[in-house]
């Protein structure tokens, strides 16, 4: 075990991108080959060697093509260093970055692919989890969700032992919530993804969370773009559902407005893109402190940000619940040495020491990474798909949107 008066010193960065398959089951729509992600998703894992002999893991999102760039380049930045020094390195790198601007999801998602590893080193050569180096532990598991856009996606993901499912899309949201909690019941939580593209205006925004109020959602998620910080400020006075956001942004900075003025009450940082571990606790403390609760985004991350989520969400008292796509592509299980149990509806923390999970080089190697942008198919208002419009009124409110 490496003591405290001798630090293992950085010795070399290396990224390892990956093509994933598609996902199993999308809320967006019944018919996965019409998710944005089909095609697009890529994993980037980073592995930070030391001169101890220690080897620690992370991930990275935020457009993992352009993030391994950015890690590389940020490689020099602290190899040499102290790989103790999670705090000082996120710095030291958010310094090197700034005279190109503010680092957005790109740069947090490099920052905290090395960050990730950088714990995961730690917890190895402290012989101890990385929950453990973040606290201790206030739970032993993590309850999870499911995604389902169809009565029958929801009674199989139950039957797994899910107790809360997540639906929506563009594509009459309300409609598919209504018919989820009916095949459901009142006990399961039911959660509504309203993101775009396109994005909901503020009017619209407002109709579609009255017309959920009476499914008792969990939470409404991102009704609105996530940059129009005025329209949730509206969009809070006008409705009683818990709203939820926070995925799209990067670090502790970009979700700061939203948790400041109480304009939601679940942050869902992603995991992959919010300045590693050394971010998603500082986004989770101040969450704390702005009496939000915690649900990590984790639809597009690999399996390695989902072990960081879950060590997280272990140590934290606001923990609410965890994204999980299941089914998912096989392949996600033979990418990595480990695979977190589900046992009623919660999932196990890995025991670690560290992260307490690896990578199969030679499958990754064997799945190079080859697009990473797409479009959405299907869901669009009528008429308007080749359009591509970031923002734009839904047409047919009262059907769209039934009045309570």
């Known amino acids: 075990m490496t003591s405290h008066n001798s630090n293992p010193k950085i010795t070399a960065i290396r990224t390892h991108l990956m093509q994933a398959g598609p996902l199993g089951v999308s809320g967006w729509t019944a018919d996965v080959r019409n998710s944005i992600t089909t095609g697009t998703r890529c994993w980037l894992f980073v592995t930070v060697e030391t001169d101890a002999g220690i080897t620690g893991l992370g991930e990275g999102s935020g457009w993992p093509r352009v993030v391994a760039a950015a890690v ?40 905290g692919a090395i960050d990730m590893a950088l714990w995961d080193v730690r917890g190895k050569a402290w012989g101890v989890s990385v929950q453990a180096l973040l606290g201790g532990t206030t739970r032993d598991r993590i309850r999870a969700y499911a995604h389902a856009a169809t009565p029958e996606q929801a009674r199989a993901a139950l039957a797994k032992g899910y107790t809360a499912i997540k639906t929506g899309g563009v594509a009459n ?10 095949a459901i019941g009142p006990d399961v939580d039911l959660m509504i993804d309203l993101h775009g593209p396109p994005w909901l205006s503020l009017p619209d925004a407002i109709a579609a969370c009255r017309a959920l109020e009476p499914l008792a959602p969990l939470f409404v998620e991102e009704p609105l773009a996530p940059e129009d910080i005025a329209g949730y400020r509206r969009l809070r006075q006008a409705v009683t559902v818990p709203l939820a956001a926070g995925e799209r942004h990067g670090g502790l900075h970009g979700l700061a407005p939203l948790l400041r003025d109480g304009l939601i009450d679940v942050a869902q940082p992603d995991a992959g893109r919010a300045g590693g571990l050394t971010g998603l606790q500082k986004i989770a403390s101040f969450a704390e402190a702005c009496g939000a609760t915690v649900a990590p985004h984790a639809g597009s991350l690999g399996p390695v940000a989902e072990a960081a989520a879950l060590h997280l969400m272990g140590a934290i008292p606001n923990a609410l619940i965890l994204e999980k796509m299941d089914p998912d592509w096989p392949g996600r299980a033979d990418a990595v040495t480990m695979t977190p149990v589900l046992q009623h509806g919660a999932l196990l923390i890995p025991p670690g020491p560290g992260l307490g999970i690896g990578i199969n080089e030679a499958f990754v190697a064997a799945h190079p990474a080859t697009r990473n942008v797409g479009l959405p198919r299907g869901g669009w208002p009528a008429g308007t798909e080749a359009a591509t419009l970031y923002v734009q009124p839904r047409e047919a409110r009262g059907k769209a949107y039934p009045p309570r």
């Open 72 to 111: 590389e380049d940020l490689a020099h930045v602290v190899i040499g260093e102290d790989a103790f020094a999670t705090e000082r390195l996120t710095q030291r790198m958010s310094v090197a970055m700034m005279g190109h601007g503010m680092s957005g999801v790109v740069g947090q998602g490099a920052i």
């Open 173 to 182: 949201p309300v409609e598919k919530a209504t018919a989820i909690r009916e």
